[in-house]
């Protein structure tokens, strides 16, 4: 027969996984009935929890923390876990790493931590996924830290960078250098990290008496193909703009290779802004002004939030918003005088230009 897990436990006393881990751990906030028929089911079954688990969770011995990411290939973990380890490998904890990258739903990651009932608290760096597994595991008593959070906001603790400021300074950068037509890519535009971006954009304009053009703001979604292909048609406008402000680096490197194709310069033509300040930025040709998100001290002031939770200190605030800085490098410079075509026809993309037809859209690179 195999062996039963929290799951079944669950389902044989009729309560949440959650529930059958506060009784597991001796957590409080059980009322004694509920606890008892728990038990009763565990000693009917002969369910044996791990007892290296269980201790670990009361805080016998070191604690591990969980670590969720969406995934180990995205550039800017690497960062954030470095800021977590150089916070944790201070202490006694040790780290078990967990993946949501095939899954659009945190809720069978959160069954495995219920399950082995190892993890003392949760640090996650969240994307878009929904967040009820998560709220649900912080109800259990379980602390739960999120690290920037791209594409979802939710009542836990949290830890992101100022986006709106970031995209303000950005533009107000380009403002300052004469550019007044100003394009931008956006990321997904249901993200709230993205909605702050669009808002930094649109008041630094507005600041500077410029109307916003809503036909210079166009989708990017963080995919660079697409970036590409909607850098290419502001480009080959007869007004085209003189600078873009891209919401990711990624999507930036994507315009840097429009602007090439295009026959224009970066930045005598036209000037490019991305946003993150991964560490290829400043090594793509021209390096990349960009707004520099504080991901090493993101994680750090998540682990240090999660530990204050743990030891029940008093820690920082519950939300916390980190400044940015604009990073200003080879891919931004004064707003061209004078188009470099007398004739003022729009630029035309490199394949057009060697023999295909006009109306062919350029490929995009390679995401």
Known sequence: MAKLTIRDIARLAGVSKS??????????????????????????????????????????????????????????????????????????????????????????????????????????????????????????????????????????????????????????HLLELGHRRIACVEGPPDYPCCVDRNKGYADALTQAGIAVDADLIRPGGFRPEEAHRHAIELLCRPDRPTAIFAHNDPTAYAVLDAVEECGLRVPE????????????????????????????????????????????APGPPRHVRMPTELVVRGSTGPAPRRRRRASGRPAVPHQARTGLEATDKAPAPDA
Do not use: C
Not at 30 to 49: F, G
Not at 274 to 297: C, K, M, N, W, Y
């Open 19 to 172: 529930t059958v881990s506060l009784v597991l751990n001796g957590r409080p906030r059980v009322d004694p009935a509920t606890r008892a028929r728990v038990l009763q089911v565990m000693s009917e079954h002969n369910y044996v929890p791990s007892v290296a688990a269980t201790a670990l969770g009361k805080g016998g011995g070191s604690p591990f923390i969980g670590l969720i990411v969406p995934g180990l290939t995205w550039r800017l973990v690497a960062s954030i876990n470095f800021g977590i380890a150089s916070v944790v490998e201070r202490t006694a904890h040790e780290i078990i790493l967990y993946t949501s990258t095939n899954d659009r739903d945190y809720r069978g990651v959160v069954d495995r931590i219920l399950g082995a009932n190892l993890v003392s608290g949760m640090l996650v760096v969240s994307h878009n996924q929904p967040m009820e597994p998560l709220v649900e595991l912080y109800g259990t008593g379980l602390p739960v830290v999120l690290v920037n959070t791209l594409g979802v906001r939710a009542d836990l603790p949290s830890v992101e960078a100022d986006s709106y400021s970031g995209a303000r300074s950005a533009v107000e």
């Open 269 to 312: 033509d036209v000037s490019v802004v991305g946003f993150d300040d991964i560490v290829s930025s400043a090594h793509v040709r021209p390096p990349l002004t960009t707004v520099r998100q504080p991901f090493e001290e993101m994680g750090r002031q998540a682990a240090d939030m999660l530990l204050s939770a743990l030891s029940y």
